[in-house]
Nanobody, 123 residues
Framework: QVQLVESGGGLVQAGGSLRLSCAAS????????VSWFRQAPGKEREFVAG????????YYADSVKGRFTISRDNAKNTVYLQMNSLKPEDTAVYYC????????????????WGRGTQVTVFS
């Protein structure tokens, strides 16, 4: 059974940092790349960051470029999202998701989702 479990969310002041983790079981993150999405209240779920199969190329939403960094540890089968210079508009539930296609951005490309972790940024 494939399972993704997020952790690391919390309450942080604007300008601060958080690191989210997504621990995978039942499937390798190198064979089924994991990305991060987020959903703010009243808004649709949006792509935040993702990796290609090799893990050497990263993709980011324009709103987080230069502030967020996605990485993975194949040995731990875990994907991370380092979030720096956080803004109140980054407040959302953050989800990790795994896919078996080459498409990175569309949520429909992902077949496995975690339950999410809440990130709240206050000013």
């Amino acid at each position: 059974q494939v399972q993704l479990v997020e952790s690391g969310g919390g309450l942080v002041q604007a300008g601060g940092s958080l690191r989210l983790s997504c621990a995978a079981s039942g499937r390798s993150v190198s064979s089924a790349p994991v990305s991060w999405f987020r959903q703010a209240p009243g808004k649709e779920r949006e792509f935040v960051a993702g990796l290609d199969y090799s893990g050497s190329s990263a993709y980011y939403a324009d709103s987080v470029k230069g502030r967020f960094t996605i990485s993975r540890d194949n040995a731990k089968n875990t994907v991370y999202l380092q979030m720096n210079s956080l803004k109140p508009e980054d407040t959302a539930v953050y989800y990790c998701a795994g896919r078996r296609t080459s498409a990175v951005y569309p949520a429909a490309a992902y077949d496995c989702w975690g339950r999410g972790t809440q990130v709240t940024v206050f000013s």
